[in-house]
Structures are given as C-alpha cells and as structure tokens.
DNA sequence: AATAAATAAATAAATTAGATTTACATATTG
DNA sequence: CAATATGTAAATCTAATTTATTTATTTATT
C-alpha cells in the first residue's frame, strides 16, 4: 500500500482517526525515519518508532515490494543475527521543482534523497506569467522525454516555489506596473493542468528552500528554527516541531518583512536592508555588472571590497532579526542561506554571531547561529520535497488550507 | 476509559500508532469539540469527527458513565428521532490554578467548563519562594477541605503559572538580588510534591493566559494568532493549528522581549515601553498610590489624566509589535488583553486598530486586532486549563521536553 | 579448532482492540 | 401512515500486539 491515497491522518484537530489512517500514519512514520536518519534496520525503526518488530516488518516488505525501499548489505560484527539495513530506494520516488526568482527560473527533477537528476534554467529582465509557463510546459516534456517509462510512473507531483504577492513588486524589479499585474490572478493548478496531469503544490519560494535545507541539510539537526535565504530579496522560512510551519495562508516566515531602522531612525523592512539587491545596486553605482553576481555564483572576489561592507551590514541586521523572531518562538537555532559563495555565506554566519552578542536579549534564549548547506539551489530542490511531504512524508504541521 | 492514562498520541514525529492511541485520540477528539463548540448530539459529533455513529455512539456512552458528560434534553422540531445533545458535565474535572505575578499570587479551583469555584490570593511587594510555597501548601488544603470527597477525587492537576527566569528580575522589582536568585533553582513539581499527589505542570504565565483566553475566550475564533497579556510586565503567548504552542522550552511567545526603540532611537523592548509598570511610574510621579491599580481593577477613571496617554503609547507600541510577529507567523489575529478596567482594554485595542493601519505592511497579510474577554484572573485560569490538556483535550502542538 | 550458549533479528501464527458496515428499533415531523 | 434522522446491537474487518519459532551471528568453553 502507497500511503497518501487517503486523506492523511490528523491534518486537522477535528479529525478522527481509524485503522486505515493508523497505517497510513506509520507507513509515514517509518519513511520519514528511513529519510531523517539514513539506513536502518527494521529493529532500530521498531525501537525509534515505537512499533512491534512484527508491524515495521510487515511495512517494511511492502515498502520493499512496491520499490520505494532497497535493502542493504547485512550488517555482521554484532551478537545475534545480522540486521538487514533498509535504505530510500534512489529511485523510488521522483518530482519536479520549479522556483521562480527575480532574475531566473529554474525547474530541476530530483528524486526522494535530494539528488538533481536533471535541470533547466530560464533568465530574464523580470518575471512574467506567460514565458514562464511556455518554459515549464517546454521544460516538463524535455525532462520526462529523457526519462524511461518506469521512471516518468514514479514522478510524484511538481511542485512551484513562489515569492508572495508577486503583483507588489513591480516597483523593486523596474518593470511596467500594469503588465506585472497578471500575476495576480495566476492560478498555477490551473495553467499547470493545461500539460500536465501532475498533482501541483504552491508553496512560497524561501519557505522551499527552508524545507530542502529541512531534509537534505542541517535542519534535522534542531526541533525549532527560523531559516533565512538571502537572495536577490531576503526571505524566510520556519520549523516546528521538526515540521516546516506553512501557515495559514502560506506566509509564516515571511522574515523580509521584519521591521528594521534605516540610519536616521525611519522604518525600513529586512528586504530594504539585507538583501543581494543592495549589493547590485552598489556594483552598478561602482561600474560593475551586477549580473556578475548571478554569473559567477561560486566566486565574488572580483567585487570583495563592495561585499565586505554589504556583509557587515546584512550581518548586523539579520543579528537584529534573529532576536526579532526568537521573542516570537523559542528557536534553537537560526540557519542562513542565500544565493553567495561559501565563503560569503560563512564569513556572515560569523559576523551575525559576533553581533547577536550585543544585542538585548533579556527574557530570550540566545539562538545558534549557523549556515545552511544547501546553497544556491536551495529554493528549487526544496519546492520538489513538497510533493513528497504530500504522499510520503510525515509532516506534524498543517498544510495550507485548499 | 480515560485517556491519558497511556501516552498520547503523536506527540512527537517519531511515535507510531497503536490501537489504544486511536481511541485516546478519538476520545480527546469527541471532548475538544465538544468543549469547543458546546454541546451537541453524537449524530453532530460523527459528521464533525469523520467517525462512525457507532463509534461515537459507544465513546460517548463510556465517557458518560465515567461521569465526564452530561446529556440534555432531546432536541425537537426537526424531523427524525430527536437528537440528545451531549455536553461536558459542569464537575466532570477540575483542576487546580496558580498565577504568580508581580504583586500577588493566585490560587484557584475551576471546573472543566472554566469556572472558577474557589479563589485564594496572597499579596506582597516581590514574590519570594517560600511564602509563595507555604500558600500554595494551606492554599491546596482549604481548598481541598471545602470539596466533597466526590469533588476532591475530580481533580486532575496543577498548572502553575509563572514567568520565564524569574531570578533575573531582581532589578525590576527592585528586590535584593541576593535574595532573589533562591528563584534559580527552585523546582516546582519536587517542591509542590511535598504536599501533594497530584501531577504538576509548569507553564509560563503569559502562556496561561493564552490557554484561558483559547478555551474560554475568543481563541476559538483563530486558527493562528498572538495574545498579549499586558500586566505590570507584558507578556504573551501565541497559537498555531487551534493549540497553543509553548516552544521546546517553554519560552514561545515571549512577546515581552519583542525589540522596540525608545525617543533617541536606543534599543529597547516592548517589556520597557508598554507594560503596566510604566504606568505605575507615572502614578508615583504624580503623587498617586500606584496599589490603587491593582486593588481597583474595574475602575481606573480616577487617574485618566495620566492613564490615557499611556494607552497611547501601549498602543503605539502594539501596533508595531503586531506586525513584528506577523513576519514570522501570518497570524490570523491579535489578541489583547490585561490586567486592566474593559474601559481601558477596548480604547487600547481601539487605538492599536488605528496606529496598525499605518505601518508598513509590505509582505505581510495584516492581522485582525480583538480584545480578549477573559481579563484579569486569565493567567490563573489558564493555569488550571494545563492538567486538562495534559490528560482529557487533544493539543496538536508539542508539549516541553521535560 | 570445534562446539555449545547466548543474543538479536526477522517473521509466522494467534490474539486483540477498536474501527466500520449492516441492520434495526425508535421518535418525531408532515 | 410515510419519510427521516438518531442511536445502538451484531457482524465484519483492519491493523495492531503477543507469543513462538527460525535464523545467523558472536562469545565462551572445551
């Protein structure tokens, strides 16, 4: 059995649960460990889970018999009987992202453990509704034509990382207010139906990037944290209870928005002041290209003494929002990504530490302030893990209101 | 059966599901809704539940003669057989309250319904450990001495209300700061174990309020929102998925320490701009007795000279710290309430409506901002809403590591 | 080195809990 | 009296646990 078929269990309170959705909850359960974790043995699932050996056995072998399970070499060097570790089939279970920036596009297909199989990339001045479907209808028959059958059977849905309220932003991006006003009404299930009978999940672009920094990088590491992805404009994500919290309609962690001081005092917001685009617009006073940035997204040491400052001061702010958020959740742990080199990204994470010190912070728990692994692709990747939180994964937190 | 008596269900990712947790969970399921939208007939419960009558039908025929529910009078006029509408029975539960608070401490008895059935108070310039224990201790016995042995055997538990490191508040009280560290390492649960069996949680106070104000207040309403508690210092709490979140130790919600800006820019927070404390100030400033806030609660009118431009500023203060908490949680609705005359609590929300309109909302999605209605014994109440979380209502959120 | 004992893993068979389904008695309206 | 909805009894079904068995290995003993 595949669970997802049913509704899942307990997405809302006033949900009563039976047997079918007890199963479908510990075919999850066991999943999402396999996925959290790595390989195990059905023991060690049975101990973490709470389950019978009997029950994680019978789950195991029909995981195992419908291909979304591998098992591994028998592990020997113990008392008793060699353990069988089960792993995530590589293959098992395959899905599209696409996530849709400021400067580009990108649609990639990944399988259940975060490996990009194969990914296409679409520029432009600014985005519009109509190139970009043309590009995900083109770039969907591309990708599945390089697929076999029995891998196009095994793709579980699409899903689409976007900004919110993409209609405000003509002012931030320079384009025709009238033209960028489309955006308003697009309905992606809709267009996205037009070619293609894949189940479509809408989920904000930084909120993606929090769930792939979720299950591929170093969010297993804590229960409760904010996530930062500094791109072209800063945006966030959040986790609860080892679930990426979506809200209500979609916007929690929207950390770009977070109330900030410009120097004389007037209220800015977190976009305004800890965001790549300041950057830009400093190489371009500076007689650089600012697409430089976007082109050579493994090495700014042309620019280093336009990113130093623009580091120290996104630092500063993002040591002031960390605080911010805390006062809001408890968080353990504060993760920042962005769109930078490596060395950018952990000379920040440094400095965010070093301000954070100074920072007011009676009646808080002072955060860990660390870098996200992910990187660049973060947005992308993560838009295709919601279809697989959709049928495979468990996930503690609600999923929008449909 | 009573629930609780295993381990709930799903309280963290990692718990597999079991027979007996499917009925724990129903069982909780059938009493939240029950206490949530009042009274109803199984038939309305089964619709609401997505379980079988038959399965509702035998739960709710155990829990009442457990003597949890009640039945009413059959419902006539509609056609078909009358529906009997089940509700929770006045004293089916109680459970015990305590608030500890700047200038006094409470102890109360409610009922499962929140009704308040007995109240104890103990007054003092700061709180210190011992006298606090000693009341709760004669507290715990003339309350018990009043119930029947039916009614003291209905008790179910303590919560105790109180705020977040308490030992770091010596200069805000100005107390001896010697003498107010004994606060660090005291331990509730080992301390009330001394004179009592019955199972201890210990839960921020703000937190508490949060709880009354979501069980018998307007929470009901939201699916996700903030609350601030203003008393002589401002706290909140916060709720997502319908269940307050408490965080992985206990500090979400810690509204207090939200960063704010006094006159000269110089970082402050809200704690320092917008609690009742500041208002005492004045009071003392101008000659008044700042006690006659607390021992005239209902009625604040003879100092309106100097309580209206404190609502202003409260609610100026609010107004931005509003929209802080919406970037990292897109809250249906603000919730405030306070130890304050309703006077003063509806211009405060009044004037925090106002001031939100004029803030940048870029990004966000603006909230809804409602007055609370449980008012000043919130915290106690809420308090005493803890044990029954802990064993009869279902609360989608984690509870502390403890 | 050979062998027995201990141990842990995996699974088959039997049992059990608790849900659903089906059937029916009941009380009411129209 | 027909129609309808509630509420419950009996039978059925699902998926868990418990108990018992097989298997592969390490470890201790001879």
């Known amino acids: 059995m595949v669970p997802g078929m049913d509704e899942p269990i307990i997405r809302t309170v006033s949900r009563g649960v039976n047997q079918s959705g007890v199963r479908d909850h510990n075919v999850r359960l ?57 792993r995530l089939a590589e293959g098992g279970v395959l899905s599209l992202g696409c996530k849709i920036g400021r400067r580009s596009a990108v649609l990639l297909l990944a399988d259940f453990r975060g490996t990009v199989r194969q990914e296409l990339r679409l520029t432009y001045h ?36 976007t900004p919110f309220e993409l209609w405000k932003w003509s002012e931030l991006v320079d384009a025709p207010a009238k033209d960028f006003a489309s955006w308003r009404h697009v309905d992606y299930q809709a267009e996205l139906a037009r070619f293609t009978d894949l189940p479509v999940q809408v989920v904000n672009d930084a909120t993606a990037g929090c769930q792939a920094e979720h299950i591929y990088g170093r969010g297993k590491e ?26 209500h309609l979609g916007n929690a962690g929207a950390l770009g928005s977070l109330r900030s001081f410009g120097p004389q005092g007037e209220s800015q917001q977190l976009i305004d002041t800890a965001s790549i685009h300041l950057l830009e617009a400093r190489l371009a006073e500076n007689g650089h290209d600012p697409r430089d940035l976007w082109t050579q997204p493994q090495d700014w040491s042309g620019f280093s003494r336009l990113v130093d ?43 965010t530490r070093r301000y954070l010190i100074n920072q007011d912070m009676r009646g808080l728990i002072a955060p860990q302030i660390e870098a996200g692994v992910v990187g660049f692709n973060a947005r992308a990747i993560g838009a ?8 495979y994964f468990l996930n503690g937190n609600l999923r929008l209101q449909s």
Not at 130 to 136: C, K, R, V
Request: proline share 7%.
């Open 309 to 351: 400052p623009w580091i120290g001061q996104t630092a500063q702010e993002l040591a002031k929002a960390s605080l911010s958020v805390c006062a809001v959740i408890d968080f353990e742990a504060i993760l920042i990504d962005g769109a930078f080199p490596d060395a950018v990204k952990h000379e920040l994470v440094e400095r």
């Open 222 to 247: 804590f229960r409760d944290y904010a996530y930062f992805f500094i791109g072209a404009f800063v945006g966030g994500g959040i986790v609860l209870n080892h679930s990426v919290y979506q809200g």
């Open 30 to 86: 066991l999943l999402t460990l396999l996925q959290r974790h790595g390989p195990m043995a059905g023991s060690d699932l049975a101990r973490l889970a709470n389950l019978s050996p009997q029950t994680v056995s019978i789950i195991l072998r029909e995981m195992e018999s419908e291909g979304l399970l591998a098992r591994g070499a028998p592990v020997k060097g113990k008392v008793g009987k060699p353990s069988i570790p089960m």
């Open 126 to 161: 600014y985005p519009m509704p109509e190139p970009i479907f043309a590009f995900l209808r083109d770039g969907i028959k591309t990708i599945l034509s390089k697929c076999s059958p029995a891998e196009r059977s095994r793709i579980c849905g699409i899903g689409i990382g």
């Open 384 to 391: 295709a893990t919601s279809p697989l939180f959709e049928r």
